[in-house]
């Protein structure tokens, strides 16, 4: 059983600010993770997860504010830290001339050790064969390798920067589970990802990110509520789609017989306004992540 409520904020950002070249990085960046949840931080290319998850692992130092980890200070009690956290990196440089069952002995034996049952668990549970050199591995299995290296030790803390990338859906419903069975045993989990929806089935609660601030901080179950979608629908004639538009006044852009919309959850009022239509195509129900902050939460906040 999961625990019903956390106890105590294990990871806290606070009032972080760390500025790169040309005005990139993280400003003002507060949050605070508690023992035993499983927090996503959600953004688009260059928003600042990476900065964020730098300062977590304390490979660099905050201009401003305070990242620490069970109080203690992220960047001077680094080797301290390492001890709780398993950390996949979102593009490791594997060695060469390793194979992928060496690699993940090492680094299991660099945190304690682990048994031959946790890394067949592991193994098997991701689908992965680690005999090949790490090296030359396509990038999906190299990047299975590496999970189960920030896995083999059983750490407390788990930090993990876009655990879906490179995989196939599949390979990222595994990584789901998996995921989602330490959850269960009541570790802390943090992850970065473009992946919006694998983020929810995974985690809590998700912040959004961009350019380098928070926009909001909303349970995972709220952010599907928010979150719009977009369908492109090709009408018979330019007639049913001027027609279509006015009797759909909201979230539309109409181009000749073509109707570009976006709606918030369930489409069912869409599908039933439709049915009075010549409709020859009907496009979409997802879309890019980018799209849908500047349509859930305004171009003026992001």
């Known amino acids: 059983m999961r625990k019903a409520r956390f106890q ?15 005005d990139a990085g993280l400003f003002d ?22 900065t964020a998850f730098s300062l977590l692992m ?5 201009d401003e504010g305070e990242v620490s980890i069970r109080g203690l200070d992220c960047f001077s ?11 996949l990196p979102r593009q490791a440089i594997p060695p060469r ?8 002995r090492l680094m299991a034996e660099s945190r304690g050790g682990a048994g031959k049952s946790r890394m067949r668990e592991l193994l098997e549970r991701l689908d992965v064969n680690p005999l090949g050199d790490l090296a030359l591995m396509p990038l999906q299995e190299r990047r299975k390798v590496t999970l189960v290296s920030a896995l083999i030790h059983g750490p407390e803390i788990l930090v993990m920067e876009d655990p879906f990338d490179g995989l196939d859906p599949n390979a990222r419903n595994a990584v789901t589970d998996l995921i989602n069975g330490e959850r269960e045993k009541g570790k802390t989990i943090v992850i970065s990802s473009h992946a919006i ?4 089935r995974c985690c809590d609660r998700i912040g959004i990110i961009r350019k380098g601030r928070l926009v909001t901080i909303q349970s995972a179950q709220a952010l599907e509520h928010t979150r719009q979608k977009v369908y492109h629908i090709t009408f018979e004639s330019i007639e049913h789609a001027s027609a279509f538009a006015q009797e759909w006044d909201s979230g539309l852009e109409l181009i000749r017989n073509r109707a570009i919309i976006a709606i918030p959850g369930s489409p069912q009022a869409l599908i039933s306004t439709l049915s009075k239509y010549s409709v020859i195509d009907l496009v979409g129900g997802r879309e890019e992540l980018e799209d849908s902050f500047l349509r859930s939460f305004g171009g003026d906040l992001i």
């Open 29 to 50: 960046f507060s949050v605070q993770i508690d023992s035993g949840e499983s927090f996503g931080l959600i953004g688009p290319s260059g928003a600042g997860k990476s």
């Open 58 to 62: 304390g490979f660099i130092r905050p």
């Open 8 to 22: 105590m904020a294990e990871i806290d950002y606070s009032q972080v600010s760390k500025t790169h070249e040309k």
């Open 97 to 104: 001339r390793m194979t992928g069952e060496a690699f993940i």
């Open 197 to 200: 929806e694998q983020a929810q």
């Open 77 to 87: 009690k680094r080797d301290q830290i390492m001890q709780w956290v398993g950390y």
